[in-house]
């Protein structure tokens, strides 16, 4: 756990990173304490962790662990209590859907009230009904006047992409840090999410043409790809413009041969690229900084000297930390050979 804890912080979007928790939790549930350690252990020496699992796992406390359901935990009038003021924080929103709130999980951090598949989920503070966060999914003809507004706002800002698209979901969320309505298509991995308070786009996950795209950035992305690979053609079928921790990035992609490349928006700093290589191999610790180390210096423009690795084959990757600069993650795609087959920048902000 000591040199888990020791990979870096990931920045998912708080409900995603919901969405991780949730599904482990769940698998807790299904599973005796020693089961779980045996499949946590497992999951380890697969190589098969994702960074995004990682920072699921870690940020999961002992003492969040759901270990305890409603009824072994509080009474009948307790749980009500908690049941009774779901739905009344449902229905404060003004949208036309109830949602039949059926499961309840107590911990020492916090109360958690479940409707059926989670269509909508709030919490409270321990001991309270002071709620601490909102999460319901609606369709689009379920939202009142009230929030057409804000359709228009997240409409917008696909026309910006050149999509005319009908939206189909929505999610609205809110916790301390505001409030906002979360709009999709059919295509779940694009949206738009819109902050209730100001009326504007403050995150979103669009697909553009390549005729659309500035051609300095898939130029940017080629180069990169040239790199790694020591080949000299790559096309892409795929752009995707999105936002995280408030910077703009593009991501170029060949789902068939399955290599991407993501770089700033804004920048056209290179921060991540995919691709299944067998002209590098990192095969133990001890190689992680020395190989990968030209290669990442005309990639990023960033010296390994200095760097520690952390991490090994049996963890999927490496971890390149230095103190007061970006950490490089590195994915090797055979644990036997040792093949990179993605590496990412995490600067810091």
Known sequence: ????????????????????????????????????????????????????????????????????????????????????????????????KEFPFEEIEHTDEYVIVRAKDREAIVTFKPNTTEVRSVSAHYSINELTNLYQKY????????????????????????????????????????????????????????????????????????????????????????????????????TFTNEKEKYSVRIGAKTGQVYSVKYVTDRYKITSLEEAISVPKPLIQDLFGIDLTGYQAYGGRNWGGYVLKCQGKPNIVININNLDRGDIATIRVEWEK
Request: proline share 2%; charged share 30%; aromatic share 8%.
């Open 1 to 96: 756990m000591e040199e888990l804890r020791r990979f870096p912080d990931q920045s998912l979007p708080w409900e995603r990173s919901r969405v991780i928790l949730e599904n482990i939790r769940e698998e807790h549930r299904r599973t005796q304490h020693g089961k779980r350690r045996k499949k946590f252990a497992g999951i380890l020496a697969s190589g098969i962790v994702t960074c995004a699992v990682l920072f699921a796992i870690l940020t999961l406390k002992p003492s969040s662990l759901p270990v305890e359901t409603s009824e072994s935990h509080a009474g009948v009038g307790v749980d009500q209590q908690y049941l009774t003021a779901a739905q009344k924080e449902i229905k404060a929103i003004g949208i036309n």
């Open 151 to 250: 359709v228009e706002t997240a409409r917008d800002a696909f026309l910006a992409a050149n999509q005319q698209v009908t939206l189909q979901t929505a999610h609205f969320f809110k916790d301390d840090k505001g409030t906002s309505l979360s709009f999709g298509i059919d295509d779940d991995k694009q949206y738009v999410r819109v902050d209730l308070k100001t009326n504007t786009v403050s995150d979103f996950s669009l697909h553009y043409k390549l005729n659309d795209v500035d051609k300095k950035y898939v130029d940017i992305a080629e180069r990169a790809l040239m790199l790694l690979s020591n080949q000299d053609r790559f096309s892409f079928t795929q752009a995707n413009k999105s936002t995280q921790k408030n910077e703009e990035f593009w």
